[in-house]
T-cell receptor, first 113, second 113 residues
């Protein structure tokens, strides 16, 4: 059974810092991996989707990498801003295709002005 | 519509009551997913539809939970005889295909007293 772990569970940084969020998964047979952002009381917003054949994806100040063989992904946030404060969730789609995303518990990020 | 719409936004139920949660997916999205998110946890899969067919209901925690999507668009998640442990945010998501980018609604926060 696929398990997704995110470290750290919570992170507090001063504004302007670069930071890395980590995600690991137990079964390397994945179709894709997505990073989501969740604001309090809100649903999830997809930030980046990396196909299993890709190594990384970039969007603005965000960069996500994928190392399928080692079961790891990182989300890099450059020049963090208070508006980046949210919970970041990692989710993997198993390679079988018809099975649903498996989520980690998330990393709660606070960026202090 | 512009995004996935869920109603009601909040629902308070007395233990033993039946509740019905509604999801309007993005128009044209074939796949629809229901997830349950307990406080401080990542979303947990409940059930999945492709058009009107319920392809996977392995995540439904008990036979008190029932979901339908009779015309392949709007979906309803019904919980009978609610229990306190059913208190959670229920998230609906839709996509063009089962392993494509997921778009989430804001969720229904259910509190069972």
């Amino acid at each position: 059974k696929q398990e997704v772990t995110q470290i750290p569970a919570a992170l507090s940084v001063p504004e302007g810092e670069n930071l890395v969020l980590n995600c690991s998964f137990t079964d390397s047979a994945i179709y894709n991996l997505q990073w989501f952002r969740q604001d309090p009381g809100k649903g999830l917003t997809s930030l980046l989707l990396i196909q299993s054949s890709q190594r990384e994806q970039t969007s603005g100040r965000l960069n996500a990498s994928l190392d399928k063989s080692s079961g790891r992904s990182t989300l890099y946030i450059a020049a963090s801003q208070p508006g980046d404060s949210a919970t970041y969730l990692c989710a993997v789609a198993p390679a079988t295709g018809n099975t649903p995303l498996v989520f980690g518990k998330g990393t709660r990020l606070s960026v202090i002005a | 519509g512009a995004g996935v719409s869920q109603s009601p936004r909040y629902k308070v139920a007395k233990r033993g009551q039946d509740v019905a949660l509604r999801c309007d997916p993005i128009s044209g999205h074939v796949s629809l997913f229901w997830y349950q998110q307990a406080l401080g946890q990542g979303p947990e899969f409940l059930t999945y539809f492709q058009n009107e067919a319920q392809l996977d209901k392995s995540g439904l925690p008990s036979d008190r939970f029932f979901a339908e999507r009779p015309e392949g668009s709007v979906s309803t998640l019904k919980i009978q005889r609610t229990q306190q442990e059913d208190s959670a945010v229920y998230l609906c998501a839709s996509s063009l295909g089962d392993v494509q980018k997921l778009f989430f609604g804001s969720g229904t926060q259910l509190s069972v007293l």
